[in-house]
């Protein structure tokens, strides 16, 4: 089975580059057709899509967050990463990786989310 964890700071400042890994086990990242993405949830607010690395090692950003997102991965240590530069406690989230299938929006892995705090 696969299993996805997620790991970085807890807290960041505004000024300051939010990262954060996720590890995955039980399956290779690059094995077709599967995407790998970032997805967070805001206080009292529904779940956003941030970003997805395909097998390929295509990387797709959401329109409002694209300028300011970066998706990489280490294909060694079947390991995606996220780098989100927050600069207002927009950022502030729960945030999760999880595997997609083919279609859009479907995902069957979830790692268990970890909580994120943009402050000053």
């Known amino acids: 089975q696969v299993q996805l964890q997620e790991s970085g700071p807890g807290l960041v400042k505004p000024s300051q580059t939010l990262s954060l890994t996720c590890t995955v086990s039980?399956?290779?990242?690059?094995?077709?057709?599967?995407?790998w993405s970032w997805i967070r949830q805001p206080p009292g607010k529904g779940l956003e899509w941030i970003g997805s690395?395909?097998?390929?090692?295509?990387?797709y950003y959401s329109p409002s967050l694209k300028s300011r997102t970066s998706i990489s991965r280490d294909t060694s240590k079947n390991q995606f990463t996220l780098q989100l530069s927050s600069g207002t406690p927009e950022g502030t989230a729960v945030y999760y990786c999880?595997?997609?299938?083919?279609?859009?929006?479907?995902?069957?892995?979830w790692g268990q989310g970890t909580q994120v705090t943009v402050s000053s």
């Open positions: 999880a595997r997609g299938g083919y279609s859009v929006g479907e995902y069957d892995y």
């Open positions: 690395i395909a097998y390929s090692g295509s990387t």
């Open positions: 039980g399956g290779s990242i690059t094995t077709n057709y599967y995407y």
